[in-house]
Each structure stands twice: as structure tokens, then as C-alpha cells.
């Protein structure tokens, strides 16, 4: 039986309809009733996924975006040619700012559909997809999957997802991005990670801190507010301190801060809000314990970026046992570390995995920094100090350093088996370490570690050869005090210091100290040892006008080094005969000996004794009357080895005699003044046959000038520029090409003033200009003279008056 039919409007029973079509309104009244509330009624809500329109959830921003232009634009770059763009840094780094300043640009330049999707607060990879639909706008619906909702409102999207702070939801995130890039193929995604992803089409883009400025006084002025890690402290500063601005009186502190913060921009931000509180000055004092003052975060902020502390313990928590330990112990590492020490450190019975793949793990997480150009790691300042609070806290410190100190004595050990035949990698090695070796020297200092005078020893060694003489000694007579029972670790400090006290010229000293190495090397089984004391004894009586008995011991020297068979001590013995020959007048018997010694000199691949050879051969060559092969031999050890202020000053002082044979007098004083001023940096004192046969041929070169002029040449070493260019291509370059007269009256008068010594706060209240006006004028100077320094500059009005 069918059921009666009712009218859609009034529902009254309608007659039987005869038609096949039936009917469903009584009248035509009804119908018309109908189709008015169909029209007055709104549309039925669509499914989310069929009109969803998300445009943009980038948050506005709330302060000035400050550098990374080339970053901007490689970004771009990368995001035509590639869906998916992993940021991967270090905490603090500056990796969400930049994603978020990239994404803003696209979305105005191209009207792409931005999709922000923070994932900070997200700790359950099963809330991943929720918070991405949350953030898309979408709801579950019906039986259907919410990722399968996800997908279905993207797959025709023109779309930039921002995927931000992945690091903790590695596997989910990468499981999201390679759904997204399968299934959606107009999406393109940007994620931010500590980590990268590592799925198929990824490409990693390494965010490093901003550009530090230098922090050499001679550039800090002009370089430091160009840096953008110097503009984003003041920006910060200027919201706290809105009359805050760089003066010459912090400008280099400011530098200085930025560099040790390592240029992260989080750690700046945090650094400027004390401007309120502290100066520029405390606030950099203080970075000896940054985690401690770096804490000052908003209120609004995620309290893993409140504080430099919370960012870096966030990605601490993150790593596996095994990273947590190794990371700790490199904590012990300033400077950075190769993989060789570093094993020394981490491989114990707590850490199973092989040190490189821990390492490898460490720098894909952003715990660690490869140095460019070389195989050493480093960390991050501030990820190292949190690690050494973590390696405190676990009561592993003197562990770690105790394993550090044994490395490094192993490779001292050779100050004691071959003093004279230490091998290029052995001292580089100690050289890419210096500071952790200070660091493990002073924690043995700490515990009267009879290792203590053996460890000083290297690090004096490596403080001598950066030129810093005096530093070494301070750092052998404070070891020298302590109590030992070492006899060949003292006898080893006693020998270096002696050997620094004769550098210096401290004749008295060195004596004492030589006399007491030889007292405690006469009980010591260790014929090397004892070639070594005798040749440093041997040094000190030449310097002293002894030349006999220096020639004797270092005859001596000379057999034990082939009784050894060690080749380099035997070339180090043949330079130092050759140079007590010389001394004696003996030039056919120290040619032959230093002829000898070259070839070894060049095998050992130690810059420094090449240079000795060639500045001995120069010497000789010189005293026998031929200046082209003295030339030859100087100018090739300017060019093995012209930087060190220990064998750099002989060579340009003997080019300095050449010159005036030549009749070049300006450029002999000018030459010698160059290696007079190399001397003074380090504080080392000629041979006194040599410096009299310099000081002579000065005096000449003098008597060919006019006094001003020979004053002038005579305080006016080359600049680093014109150092360069005379090594590298016998090249001297014409102070004079520059005419005075193309220099305007203001820069005329600057350098005038400049001339007399004035500073340039007192040149500026001269000319009733700012310091920074005095400071841009200087800089112009400089470019149009070619001439690196104020100091140049001052040289070059003197020698000629300009006033």
C-alpha cells in the first residue's frame, strides 16, 4: 500500500496525482511560499577541505628584521628550484626569524598561501597532524582520517608550509613533509631544524650566527657599524634605551661582545636588554659566565628561547646517552679539537660507539661546528659552557681533564727524547691546542701535577713561536717555583727558559738557568736532552762574545746529533756552527755547513728553520761580498717565513744593507725600520755581531739624506700591504705616487694634526668635527694612500711636512 502524499509547505494530504510526475506542493500558492524561503535562507556550510582559504598565519612582526640579505636571497633562490628547505642551526641561531622573513617575502612577492605550523609546544608525535590541521583551519570530518582531511585541502593549494623547530619530532616531521611533497605537488615546505630531515629532495641550509665585526683597534671604528651583528645590538639596545648609540668609546666593546657571543643573535637580544641595567663595559665583563646573565627573556616568549640556558639544555635533552657524554667531555676544549684528541677524551667504557660517528652525530645536531678548511670541530662558546656545567654536575671534570693532560704529555714527551728533532705535525698539533693546553696546564697547576713542568714547557714553546717571548717566560718561572720530582721535566723548563732569557738578551739569567740544567742532565740517561742543554749553553756564550767555547759545544752537539741519527737536530746543529764560524771569520767553513743543513732544513717542513738556513746563507754570502746571492737567500726567507717576528727581522735587515749598496738609502732605513719594529713586538735582541754591522751601515744610509728625510724613512716601517708586496713580488710600492696636493683642506689638515701625535677625539676638538667624522676622514686617507693604519698615515705627512 503506498503511502499518501503531503504537501512541502503545508503538509495538508494532496488528491492522487494521475501524472507520472508527482506533485509536491496542494497549490500554486504553496510553491511560490516554497521558493521565497529558499531564497531568504542561507547556503548550506560547505565541507571544510572543499573552500578552505588560509592565506597567511604568519605571525606580524614585532621588531626590525636586521641582516642575512644574502641569506634572504639564497633562500628564494633555492625555494624556485626545490619543495623543501630545511634551516638547520644551533640553538639561538636565528633559525625561526629567518624562516619567518623568507616566507614573508615570498608571500608578498608571489601571493603564495603561507602556512605557519609551530611546533614548540608539541610533544607527542600522534599531535602532530592536529596541530597542522588546527593550523590550516580544517576539522575532522566524517569517518575520514584528519591526515587524509590534511592532505585532500592541500593537494591543490599553491603552498608554503613553514614546518618550524623540528628537531624533536624528527621521524613524524619527516613522515608529514615526504606525505605532503608525494601528495600535494603544488606544496613546498620550510622547515626549521636543529637536525636536518634527511628524506629524498631535502636540501639543508646551515644558518651560522651573524658577521662579527674585527676587533683590531685600527678597523674597529669603521668595521664594527657596518657588522649586522654589531646593528642588531644596537636595535635592541635603542628598544630598551632609546638614546643608546655607538660612541668611539664603546664601539670596540660592543665588537668585542659581539664576537665572544659567536654572533647569535639570540644571545645578542639577550645581551642588550641589560643596556637599562649595565654598560656596555660590565655587560661584556661578564660573558665569562654568559649562561648566567643571558636570561632575561619576555614573558610571552617559549621558555626555550628565555634564556641562552633553556635554549641550549632544550637541545641537550634531545641527544642520545652517548652524545649527552661525549659532549660533555669536549667541553674541555677551547679553541677546537681534531678527532685524535678528542678520542683521547671520550673513549671510555661509558661511551661504546666509535668517536667519529659520535662526532658526526654531534655536527648534524648543531652541538658542533667544523672549522672551514680544516679536520678540527669546534663548539660554540656558549654550548661549550653549558656542556662544562653538565661535565661538573656529573663529577666527570677531572676525568676529562686528566685524560687531556695524558694526551698531551705523550706529545711532549718528545722535549725529552729529541729536543732538537721535533717534527712539524708534532708542533702543529700542539699549535691547533694552545688554548686547551694552557687550560690543562693551569689545571695541573692547580694540583701540583708533577706533569705540570713538562706540559708549561709546550705551551711555552707555542706561546714563543706566536711571538709572544715574554709570555713564555712568565709562564716557565711561575712552573719553576712550584715543587717537582721530575728531573728531566725540570731540566727540559730550565733549558727552554734559558733559551728565551738569551732571545731577549737577559744574559745573567740565562746563565743561571743553563747552569742548572746542566747540573741535573749530568744524573739524566737522555743523550738528546744533553745535546740540547749543551746547545742552548752554547747560544748564550756566543751572544756573550765566548766564541771558542761556543764553537766547542756546538762541535759536540754536532757528533751526539749524528751519533743519534736524528737529521733535523743534526741541521739544527749545522746552522749554529755555521753562525759561530761566521762569527770567527771562518766563511768557507760556515758556507759548507749550512749547505748541508738546507736540504734537511726543507724536509722537516718547518717553516722557521728554513728560514734560519737561508737568513745564515744570506749573512755569509754578505760578508764575502755576494750580494746577489745574499739577496737571493733573503728575499726566499722572507718569503718561507716573513711573518715571524723571530726570523723575519734578519732577512729585512740584511736586504736593508743591500739596498744602500745599491744607493737606495731611503729604502734601506725603511727596510730596517720594518725589521726594528718586528724585533720590538716580541722583544727579542739581534746577535751583537750582527746589530753592529746593521747599526754601521745605518749610520751611512743617514749621511745620504736630509735629516728630515732621514728621520722620516728611519720611523716609517712598511705597512702589512707594502710588506706583503715587497715579499711576494720584490715589489716596493711609492709612498709618493699619491701627490699631496691631490688631498683636500680638510684632509690636509687631518693629516697635519695626525702628524703631531695628536688622537683623534683631540683632532676632532681641533677642527670642531665628531670623532666619527675625524674616524670616516682618516679611513678615506688611508684607501687613497694605500696605507693601512693611522700611524702610516702620521708617517707619511711627516716625511713630507705637511702643514
Known sequence: MSSIARCTTCDVALPPSTSEQRRSYCSNACRQRAYRKRVAAPPPTPLPRQNARVLSNLPAARDSFVGRQQELTKIDQLLRRHRLITLVGSAGSGKTRLALEAAERLRRGRTDRVLL??????????????????????????????????????????????????????DACAELVDLLLNRCPAVRVLATSREALWITGEVSFHVEGLPVPSTDQDL?????????????????????????????????????????????????????????LLPVSDICDRMDEPLELLTLGCRKTPPRQRSLREAIDWSYRLLAPDEQFALRRLSVFDGGFDLAAATEVCSTERSAEPVLDVLSRLQAKSMLTAIPGTTRFRQLESI?????????????????????????????????????????EMQRKLDDHVDSLLATVEWAADRDDERLLLLTSALADCTAR?????????????????????????????????????????????LELTGEAARIVRDLNHPALVMSCRSTLAAVQQSSGELEASAENRTECLRVAEMLGEPLARATCLVDLARTALRLGKYDRAMKAVVKAL??????GIPARVASALNTIGLIALMQGDLEEAGTAFHESLRVDGDNPMSGPDALEGLSILALSRGQAERALRLEATGRAMRRTVGVVADPFWEQKVSGAMRTARTMLTSQQANAAAWAPLTPTETEAFI???????????????????????????????????IANRLGVSVRTVASRLQRLRDKLGLSSREDVAAWGAERAIG
Open 599 to 604: 736540504p734537511l732544513c726543507r724536509a722537516s
Open 384 to 424: 661549550r659552557l653549558h656542556a662544562r656545567e653538565k661535565l661538573l654536575a656529573a663529577g666527570e671534570t677531572d676525568m676529562a681533564y686528566e685524560a687531556l693532560a695524558r694526551w698531551f704529555t705523550e706529545l711532549s714527551d718528545v722535549l725529552i727524547t729529541a729536543p732538537l728533532s721535533v717534527p712539524a
Open 728 to 762: 711576494q713580488d720584490e715589489l716596493w710600492l711609492d709612498r709618493t705616487e699619491v701627490d699631496e696636493d691631490e688631498l683636500d683642506d680638510h684632509e690636509r689638515r687631518v693629516v697635519a694634526l695626525l702628524a703631531t701625535g695628536l688622537t683623534n677625539r683631540q
Open 466 to 510: 706566536r711571538g709572544r717571548v715574554s709570555q713564555a717566560r712568565y709562564l716557565l718561572r711561575d712552573a719553576l717555583r712550584r715543587p717537582g720530582t721530575r728531573g728531566d721535566y725540570r731540566c727540559v723548563a730550565l733549558n727552554h727558559a734559558a733559551r728565551f732569557a738569551a732571545a731577549q738578551g737577559d744574559h745573567d739569567e740565562a
Open 220 to 276: 674597529v671604528n669603521t668595521a664594527a657599524p657596518r657588522s649586522d651583528s654589531v646593528k642588531l645590538f644596537v636595535d635592541r639596545a635603542r628598544e630598551r634605551k632609546p638614546d643608546f648609540r655607538l660612541t668611539p668609546e664603546n664601539t670596540a666593546t660592543v665588537a668585542l661582545l659581539c664576537a665572544r657571543l659567536d654572533g647569535m643573535p639570540l644571545a645578542i637580544e639577550l645581551a642588550a636588554r641589560w643596556i637599562p
Open 117 to 170: 605550523i609551530e611546533l614548540g609546544a608539541v610533544t607527542d608525535s600522534r599531535s602532530l597532524m592536529p596541530v597542522v590541521a588546527a593550523a590550516l583551519g580544517v576539522t575532522e570530518h566524517g569517518d575520514e582520517p584528519i591526515g587524509q582531511t590534511v592532505v585532500e585541502t592541500l593537494r591543490n593549494m599553491r603552498a608554503l608550509v613553514v614546518l618550524d623547530n623540528c628537531e624533536h619530532l624528527l
